[in-house]
Nanobody, 121 residues
Framework: QVQLVESGGGLVQPGGSLRLSCLAS????????MGWYRQAPGNQRELVAG???????NYADSVKGRFTISRDNAKNTVYLQMNSLKPEDTAVYYC???????????????WGQGTQVTVSS
């Protein structure tokens, strides 16, 4: 069984920064795409940023130039550096990984439990 655990959320003032981390643990053979999603109350979950195993990245237009996604393959970890935070960034942030467990031929889309980010003065 593979588990994802996020950390780094919290309360921050507008203009501030936070760094989210998501660690995958368990019987992991490989991890392909890693990503961060967010869901604000009353809204659908949306993709914030994604990174491939080769390091190519994509960002939602609303966070381009402010957020940076990165990964450490040796640690099975993905990060989201969030700068210049705005109140509209307030949401629960979820990490997602395309994980191939040991002994499997296919990958599973695996989610973390979510971490709250609140941007408010």
């Amino acid at each position: 069984q593979v588990q994802l655990v996020e950390s780094g959320g919290g309360l921050v003032q507008p203009g501030g920064s936070l760094r989210l981390s998501c660690l995958a643990s368990g019987r992991i053979l490989s991890i392909n795409t890693m990503g961060w999603y967010r869901q604000a109350p009353g809204n659908q979950r949306e993709l914030v940023a994604g990174i491939t195993s080769g390091g190519s990245t994509n960002y939602a237009d609303s966070v381009k130039g402010r957020f940076t996604i990165s990964r450490d393959n040796a640690k099975n970890t993905v990060y989201l550096q969030m700068n210049s935070l705005k109140p509209e960034d307030t949401a629960v942030y979820y990490c997602n990984m395309d994980v191939r467990p040991r002994g499997w031929f296919v990958s599973n889309s695996t989610w973390g439990q979510g971490t709250q980010v609140t941007v408010s003065s």
